[in-house]
C-alpha cells in the first residue's frame, strides 16, 4: 500500500490515493502509522477519495485513530496532492469534507502547488451546535471552571469544536497537562481543540493548540481560523490577522461581508512511501 507523507506548517499526515488502491480499517491504520517512535508518525492519515459532488473528497482520521471532519492544513495538502499528480488539474478546486464542500485557489509555479487559499466557510457561534454545554447565545470570553483553574473562554465551530483562551506567554503553558483537561472536560460532549492565544498587535496573534485525538500539534488550520474569529469577537483584533503557529504562519480573513473564513498558507511534499505488508516496516520511496 502506498502513501505520500505531506505538511502543512508541520501538521503532518501520510496521504492515501483511494482513486487507485482502498483503504481497509483506517482507524487502525492510523493509530499504527502515526506513531512517531513505532510507526512512519504523522498527526494522522488523509484519505483522498473521488467524489460525486466535487472533485475530490477528503477523509481524515486522527492519531488516535479518531475520524475528523476538518483540517485546514490537511486540506491545503489535499489540493497540492491531486493538482500535482495529476488527479485533478482545476483551479480553483472543489473538495468534499464531513462538514461540507470547501473551495480552494492555488499559487502553481512551475507547474507544482505552492501555496493554498481555502473559503473555509461560516464560523457557528451557536453552543448547541459547536457543541458546547453553556446555556448562552454565545461563549465569549465566558468563565469556565477546566480542571483545578477558571479561564476565560471562546467557543467556535468551523466544521469541528475549538475552544479559544487568550494568555499573556503561550510559551510558558504546560499543555501536555492543560491540552488533556480541556480536550476531555464535560462541557464538551464530542471533546474540542484548544487554542492558547498571545495577542501581538491588531493583526498579528501567537497560538499553541492542543487537537482532540492527536495532542499538540505544530499548527491547526482550523483553530487559526476559530482563533481569530475569537479574537474579533472579543474585540482584540481586526479582521485579517497573521496567525503564528509553531510550524509557520497563516493568513487569516474573516470576511465581513460573505461571513465566510477565509485561510491561506503553505503546503508540502515530504516523502513517498510503501507499506509492504501487516506489521512490516513502511519503505521510504522517494524524498
Not at 506513531?35 to 467524489?51: E, Y
Not at 495538502?77 to 473538495?95: E, F, H, I, M, S
Not at 473555509?120 to 454565545?138: F, T
Not at 465569549?140 to 477546566?146: E, T, Y
Request: a negative charge; proline letters at 5%.
Amino acid at each position: 500500500m502506498k502513501f505520500t507523507k505531506m505538511q502543512g506548517i508541520g501538521n503532518d499526515y501520510l496521504y492515501f490515493n483511494c482513486f487507485d488502491e482502498p483503504v481497509q480499517d483506517p482507524e487502525a491504520l492510523s493509530i499504527r502509522l502515526s506513531d512517531r517512535h513505532f510507526g512512519v508518525g504523522a498527526d494522522g492519515i488523509v484519505l483522498i477519495k473521488p467524489s460525486t459532488r466535487a472533485d475530490c473528497e477528503m477523509d481524515i482520521y486522527n492519531a488516535d485513530g479518531s475520524r475528523a471532519k476538518m483540517c485546514g492544513n490537511g486540506i491545503r495538502c489535499v489540493g497540492k496532492y491531486v493538482y500535482d499528480r495529476g488527479l485533478c488539474r482545476k483551479n480553483p478546486l472543489q473538495v468534499d469534507t464531513q462538514s461540507g464542500i470547501k473551495t480552494l485557489w492555488l499559487t502553481v509555479e512551475n507547474g507544482t502547488v505552492q501555496r493554498v487559499r481555502v473559503d473555509m466557510g461560516a464560523p457557528e457561534l451557536s453552543p448547541e451546535k459547536i457543541p458546547v454545554q453553556l446555556h448562552e447565545k454565545r461563549v465569549v470570553d465566558a468563565p469556565c471552571a477546566i480542571g483545578q483553574e477558571t479561564y476565560r473562554i471562546t467557543c467556535v465551530s468551523m466544521g469541528n469544536p475549538h475552544c479559544v483562551v487568550f494568555v499573556e506567554d503561550v510559551d510558558v503553558l504546560d499543555l501536555a497537562k492543560i491540552g488533556p483537561q480541556f480536550e476531555h472536560a464535560p462541557l464538551f460532549p464530542q471533546g474540542v481543540n484548544t487554542e492558547f492565544i498571545q495577542i501581538l498587535s491588531p493583526t498579528e496573534i501567537r497560538m499553541r493548540v492542543w487537537e482532540r485525538g492527536s495532542g499538540e500539534t505544530l499548527a491547526c488550520g482550523t483553530g487559526a481560523c476559530a482563533s481569530v474569529v475569537a479574537c474579533v469577537l472579543a474585540g482584540k483584533t481586526g479582521r485579517r490577522v497573521q496567525v503564528h503557529l509553531r510550524g509557520g504562519d497563516l493568513a487569516i480573513n474573516w470576511d465581513e461581508k460573505a461571513d465566510t473564513v477565509f485561510m491561506e498558507g503553505p503546503a508540502a511534499f515530504v516523502f513517498d512511501g510503501r507499506i509492504p505488508a501487516e506489521g512490516e516496516t513502511a519503505v521510504v520511496e522517494n524524498a
